[in-house]
């Protein structure tokens, strides 16, 4: 009887192994982000519009910002940009799905730009809705890669 259960739990065991790495190629960016997280990086650029500038001109970084990730107007996440300029956000997929993210969140910026630049504005913000480009796989986790779409000043 013993037997039985042992050979019964080894087939459980191996169905069961077979069957979540099928269920994961079947529902690739449904289920993908559930078993991960959510990752939301960029670049935030020191101009107006918070990206590089036109034909290649060396722009320099807005460091030291202050990124809120806002979702129906609430601050659900937030990230400071480092010297080079980037932010990363992380969030767990269980409390944000990523089609939600893209569709009713978005980036900004309320660090005045005079901050990084004085001939800059000292009032508004920088905005941005996002975009999905992916999801990489690092050991067994699955990142739902978001990316900012742009960002446009807002004068408020």
Known sequence: MALKSLVLLTLLVVAAAIAVPMAQAQLGGLLGPLLGLVRIQGVLYCTPNGDIGVNGTSTPVFSNALVELQCGGNVVSTATTNLSGIFSILLDPISFVTSTLVS????????????????LPSIG????????????????????????????YNAI
């Open 125 to 152: 913000s920088l905005e941005s809705t996002l975009q999905q480009v992916g999801i990489s796989v690092l050991g067994l986790l699955n990142v739902a890669n978001l990316i900012p779409t742009g960002f446009l």
């Open 104 to 119: 009713g969140c978005e980036l900004v910026v309320n660090t005045p730009l005079a901050t990084c630049n004085a001939s």
